[in-house]
C-alpha cells in the first residue's frame, strides 16, 4: 500500500517560519492530489493547502500569502513552507495524499494520512 512519512514540525516564534515535508512510499502507480491539513484543540480538521499532479493548488484563506505548497513528483513529496507564522497555526498537521496504487494485476484508488506533525507557534 502507500505510507506517508512526515517531518518539519517544531516550536517556532511568532513571524517565525517552519518547512514540513511528507513522502509518500509504496507501491505507487500515481499520487494525484497532495496536502496538507490541521487540526489544533477543540477545532475540526481543516485543509490548509492542496496540490494536485498538474500543480494546481489551493490555500486556505487564512494562510494565503503566508504559506507555500509545492510537490517533486518524482519523490512522490509534497513540501510546506510556512512563513510570518501565527499563534493561531498552532496545531498538528497531517498530510494526506489520494492516487492509485499497485494491487495485483491492476491498481485501485487510495486516500491516506500521515501519523501528523505538532507545530507549535509561541507569541
Known amino acids: 500500500q502507500v505510507q506517508l512519512v512526515e517531518s518539519g514540525g517544531g516550536l517556532v516564534q511568532a513571524g517565525g517560519s517552519l518547512r514540513l515535508s511528507c513522502a509518500a512510499s509504496?507501491?505507487?502507480?500515481?499520487?494525484?492530489?497532495m496536502g496538507w491539513y490541521r487540526q489544533a484543540p477543540g477545532k475540526q480538521r481543516e485543509l490548509v493547502a492542496g496540490?494536485?499532479?498538474?500543480?494546481?493548488?489551493n490555500y486556505a484563506d487564512s494562510v494565503k500569502g503566508r504559506f507555500t505548497i509545492s510537490r517533486d513528483n518524482a519523490k512522490n513529496t509534497v513540501y510546506l513552507q510556512m512563513n510570518s507564522l501565527k499563534p493561531e497555526d498552532t496545531a498538528v498537521y497531517y498530510c494526506?495524499?489520494?492516487?492509485?496504487?499497485?494491487?495485483?494485476?491492476?491498481?485501485?484508488?487510495?486516500?491516506?494520512w500521515g501519523q501528523g506533525t505538532l507545530v507549535t507557534v509561541s507569541a
Open positions: 494526506n495524499a489520494n492516487g492509485r496504487v499497485w494491487s495485483g494485476t491492476g491498481s485501485k484508488y487510495v486516500d491516506v
Open positions: 509504496g507501491s505507487i502507480f500515481r499520487m494525484n492530489t
Open positions: 496540490a494536485t499532479s498538474g500543480g494546481i493548488t
